[in-house]
């Protein structure tokens, strides 16, 4: 089966932080390569890719925009380079892929799997996560910014030398997650779990962020403080 390419649709809205995409405009493919090699094109949109499974596969320098990813498996595959606009992630399994100086922006993500994942020198621009897994991810020299995260996990994943700016989270797990040389201020970690998150030695990325009550008791601990009830 051949796959051709549709146009733009004016029906196809975008809105920053989410998207909204009219499915019955996409062309559903569910063989990523095979509609590369036949469009010859590293420019790929209004695609609705679902029920795909690739191992150790390539798909840097790709540039996919106003397309959705269902219930696709894309165990330690390579992205680098690659750009994300406007795009849905609903499902989707990428357990042990490169994403490394890859740019997303404007992109829903939804009970997937990103477990083991780098993002070395990536970008990350008005994303939304929603009930999903980036336990043990590594994130370095990233710029993240405008991020909503809800329900998510990060166990021992880590933030190094990364920027954050507008990085709002809600019942997000960050166990023993690593944040060296990463600013943490201004960002509200109440509502979520930061046991034993690791720090530089002087713990200057602390300065400024909001805890709850446990929490700061936490933080006061690690940095040597004695606490008297």
Do not use: P, W
């Not at 569910?30 to 596969?57: A, G, R």
């Not at 320098?61 to 994300?84: A, G, M, P, R, W």
């Not at 490169?98 to 993002?119: L, M, P, Q, T």
Request: charged share 25%; proline share 0%; glycine share 4%.
């Amino acid at each position: 089966m051949g796959y051709k390419k549709k146009k733009k649709s004016r029906s196809l809205k975008d809105i920053t932080g989410s998207v909204k995409v009219d499915d019955t405009s996409l062309t559903k493919i569910n063989d990523l390569k095979l509609f590369i090699s036949e469009n010859d094109d590293n420019y790929i949109e209004l695609i609705n890719l679902e029920n795909c499974e690739y191992s150790i596969s390539i798909f840097s320098y790709l540039n996919f925009e106003l397309s959705i990813f269902k219930n696709c498996v894309f165990h330690s595959c390579d992205f680098e380079n690659s750009t994300f606009l406007n795009c849905e992630f609903i499902g989707c399994d990428f357990s042990g892929s490169k994403f490394n100086k890859a740019f997303f922006d404007k992109v829903n993500i939804k009970e997937c799997k990103f477990s083991g994942c780098s993002f070395i020198s990536a970008k990350l621009s008005n994303i939304i996560i929603f009930e999903s897994n980036f336990n043990y991810t590594s994130h370095f020299e990233c710029k993240i910014v405008d991020l909503k995260i809800n329900n998510t996990a990060y166990i021992e994943a880590s933030f190094d030398e990364c920027e954050l700016k507008n990085f709002n989270i809600k019942e997000v797990d960050f166990t023993k997650a690593e944040f060296f040389n990463t600013l943490l201020k201004d960002i509200d970690f109440s509502t979520s779990t930061i046991d034993n998150i690791k720090l530089s030695s002087n713990m200057m990325e602390i300065k400024g962020m909001i805890v709850d009550t446990y929490q700061a008791a936490s933080l006061a601990i690690a940095l040597g403080l004695i606490i008297k009830d």
